[in-house]
Every structure is written in structure tokens, then in C-alpha cells.
């Protein structure tokens, strides 16, 4: 004969305690939220994610509901809330010298023109940093310390937090050339062990700031290189004709685009030349250039 305790107390078990569920229309209220702030479409299937997501800070805030969550975040002067409601639905995991064919590209093809010149490198939707930082190891490595510089911007002020401490896993690290985290990586001690630090020299080349990838930037500011990648899958197709408008108007002419090798630009009408899959560079004023 079963024992009717026993199965009760299974049953609790197998139940995740104090999960609060989300409900299809505050989902989507959570959903118009992200798009209209970021442009970013999260799709049905995210719901689960956007639960497991947000769950914590529902108990952080001692909330009985999704519903109460969202009038906590909406009531007049929540802002910051609003940003960490962001921040919480809008991090991705990265890695040092990630799709390393645009790096060599970007060595081998990009950056001889610019040797003993002025170079400005934009890297878009940074997250945690590992991007900037690699892409200021691949400067250093073509060009020395020249007159160059790199500017990080993700809409998330926690993971720029964690850029500018510049402190990652090993495990980040695992593709980079082993005489770049030799020469740009400090290797942490004690309470730092298992981790590296990115030199302060490479550091002093590198700005992080909060940008939204929906606004301008600011008035005359343009880029000879801008890094774009992992960010056009997140948005639909009049999202992206905003994007790529406002990143257009961001390079000098002849200046260099990159998005990720699992991106495009179909569909999207633009002046940018494609150089190669993933590689666009906006005309030049010269004649005869690209």
C-alpha cells in the first residue's frame, strides 16, 4: 500500500521552493519593455529564462508576485530599478578573442593603414569587456603605443562595472595567444588566484560607457573601426535599419565595420560595402575607393 506522507513529501521535493510564476501577459509586459528600451525582441520561448532571471531579485525585494515586480518598476522614480531590470535581461556570456578570423583581418588588412596615424576603435554592446581588451591587445600588438584609442559601451552598467576592473577567469582566456597574456595579463595572487588582470597600461587606452545602441552618439563623434557583433540577432528587422543607420553615421568615411560570422545585413539598406562576410566598410570620399 502506498504511503500517502511519503508522496507528499516527494512532491515537495521536486518542487523548486518559492518560485513565483510569470504569467503570460506580465511576460509580455516585460517583453514591450526591453524592446522599446533596447530594441532587443525576446522571443515566447525566453519566458522561462526571463523567470529564472528575475527570480532573485523578486525575493531580494520581499515581492509576492510578477504583477507587484512590475508596479515596483514602473512607479515614478524607479529608474535605477528600471536599469537593473535591464541589466538583469540583457547580459550574455563572452570571451577573450572570440571569432578570431576578424582579428587577423583586422591585423593583416586594416590596421598597416593606419600606422603613425590617429585611430578611434568603437566597440559596441561590450558586455563584460573581454572584447575591448583584445581588441586594445591587437592594436598594441600591431601599432605600439601610438596615437590610438578604444571606447567599450554596453546599455548595461553592470557588466561596464565589471569591465572596468579589468579582473576575468583563466578560463576567459583560453584562446588568446599565450605571449599576449603574457605581455598585456597580470596573474592574480591570493584572493585573486585562478584569475588575470589586465596590465593598466592597456587599460589607460581603453573608455567604457553607458551607451544605448537606439541613440546617437555624441554630436562629431566618429570611429575609423567599429565592432558590432553578437547584438543584430537580438532585434527585428526595422530594430536593425535603426542600428546600422545610427552606426553609419558613427564611422568616417572608409572606416570598417564588423559584425559576427553568424550575422548579416540582409534586409537592411545601407551604403556600407561588404568586404567580405561579416566585414563592411562605409565609402570613401576618395575617388576610386571602396
Not at 508522496?7 to 519593455?33: G, H, I, N, T, W
Not at 546599455?155 to 595567444?177: F, K, M, T, W
Amino acid at each position: 500500500m502506498a504511503n500517502p506522507e511519503g508522496s507528499r513529501a516527494r512532491a515537495c521535493v521536486m518542487q523548486p521552493p518559492d518560485v513565483v510564476p510569470l504569467k503570460e501577459r506580465e511576460f509580455e509586459r516585460l517583453r514591450r519593455f526591453i524592446h522599446e528600451q533596447t530594441g532587443i525582441c525576446l522571443a515566447p520561448h525566453k519566458r522561462q529564462m526571463v523567470s529564472a532571471r528575475l527570480q532573485p531579485r523578486l525575493r531580494q525585494l520581499g515581492l509576492p508576485s510578477f504583477a507587484a515586480y512590475l508596479d515596483h518598476v514602473f512607479a515614478p522614480g524607479h529608474e535605477p530599478e528600471r536599469q537593473h531590470l535591464i541589466d538583469l535581461l540583457t547580459t550574455n556570456e563572452t570571451y577573450f578573442y572570440r571569432e578570431p578570423a576578424h582579428f587577423d583581418y583586422l591585423r593583416e588588412h586594416v590596421l598597416p593603414d593606419y600606422r603613425g596615424r590617429e585611430l578611434r576603435l568603437w566597440s559596441a554592446a561590450c558586455s563584460t569587456g573581454e572584447e575591448v581588451y583584445t581588441l586594445a591587445m591587437v592594436l598594441s600588438d600591431a601599432l605600439g603605443m601610438g596615437d590610438w584609442r578604444v571606447l567599450g559601451t554596453d546599455i548595461s552598467q553592470r557588466v561596464l562595472e565589471q569591465a572596468r576592473q579589468g579582473i576575468y577567469p583563466l578560463e576567459r582566456a583560453r584562446h588568446l595567444p599565450r605571449h599576449w597574456l603574457e605581455r598585456y595579463c597580470l596573474k592574480g595572487v591570493r584572493t585573486q588566484a585562478g584569475k588575470l588582470l589586465i596590465d593598466p597600461r592597456l587599460k589607460s587606452r581603453v573608455r567604457l560607457e553607458q551607451h544605448n545602441l537606439l541613440q546617437s552618439r555624441r554630436e562629431g563623434e566618429r570611429f575609423d573601426i567599429i565592432f558590432l557583433r553578437n547584438v543584430l540577432i537580438y532585434f527585428d528587422l526595422p530594430t536593425k535599419q535603426r542600428v546600422i543607420d545610427l552606426i553609419f553615421e558613427s564611422l568616417r568615411p572608409g572606416g570598417w565595420l564588423f559584425i559576427s560570422h553568424v550575422e548579416s545585413l540582409h534586409g537592411i539598406d545601407t551604403p556600407l560595402v561588404m568586404i567580405r562576410p561579416s566585414i563592411f566598410q562605409r565609402p570613401s570620399t576618395r575617388r576610386g575607393a571602396p
